[in-house]
T-cell receptor, first 114, second 113 residues
Framework: AQTIHQWPVAEIKAVGSPLSLGCTIK??????LYWYWQATGGTLQQLFY??????VESVVQLNLSASRPKDDQFILSTEKLLLSHSGFYLC?????????????FGPGTRLTVL | DAKTTQPDSMESTEGETVHLPCSHA???????IYWYRQVPLQGPEYVTH???QNTTNSMAFLAIASDRKSSTLILPHVSLRDAAVYHC??????????????FGEGTKLTVSS
């Protein structure tokens, strides 16, 4: 069975500090990977997607970057956090060659920027 | 992607069958109708999807109007676990890995005991 793990579960960071959030998918080869963000009380927005190692496409510009260093790993980062980065970050995957819109979401990381 | 319209909220009681409507008057012929649900502080969960024919799975029944301008997600015998925000989303077929799910406000379903 496929499992998706996100770390950390929650984070409290200062404005201007760096950030790195991680996501790992086990049990699925070469998945498509996605990062989503949801502001408190807001709607879910897709930030990035990746269909293969080393390739990441940006969907929404939020002064964040993403990388896919391994087939099963997706990283979201920034060198300087803004207050507006607070929210709920979700990683998702869909099977390669399958139904790309049937996406499976991880448990999420709650980020508070002070 | 075409726009969908859903009621802001609906209320139900355990054991009832709930009908969640979604209007998509400008849907294109190659757009699928997807339903996801989300509870607070968790990621969305895929519920079902369809193109033209009604579909059913262990979670729900999706009824699609013959003109495809509306659909209804039917949840039989709801329990407290079914309380969530339900999102109706349209997706163009075969967009590959770039499939972007556009979540709106959805319908907040409240289930009381």
């Amino acid at each position: 069975a496929q499992t998706i793990h996100q770390w950390p579960v929650a984070e409290i960071k200062a404005v201007g500090s760096p950030l790195s959030l991680g996501c790992t998918i086990k049990g699925k080869s070469s998945p498509n990977l996605y990062w989503y963000w949801q502001a408190t009380g807001g709607t879910l927005q897709q930030l990035f997607y990746s269909i293969t190692v080393g390739q990441v496409e940006s969907v929404v510009q939020l002064n964040l970057s993403a990388s896919r260093p391994k087939d099963d790993q997706f990283i979201l980062s920034t060198e300087k956090l803004l207050l507006s980065h607070s929210g709920f970050y979700l990683c998702a995957w869909s099977p390669r060659g399958g139904n790309y819109a049937e996406q499976f979401f991880g448990p999420g990381t709650r980020l508070t920027v002070l | 992607d075409a726009k969908t319209t859903q009621p802001d909220s609906m209320e139900s009681t355990e054991g009832e069958t709930v009908h969640l409507p979604c209007s998509h008057a400008t849907i294109s012929g190659n757009e699928y109708i997807y339903w996801y649900r989300q509870v607070p502080l968790q990621g969305p969960e895929y519920v079902t999807h369809g193109l033209q024919q009604n579909t059913t799975n262990s979670m729900a029944f999706l009824a699609i109007a013959s003109d495809r301008k509306s659909s209804t997600l039917i949840l039989p015998h709801v329990s407290l676990r079914d309380a969530a925000v339900y999102h109706c989303i349209l997706r163009v077929a075969n967009q590959g890995g770039s499939a972007k799910l556009i979540f709106g406000e959805g319908t907040k379903l409240t289930v009381s005991s």
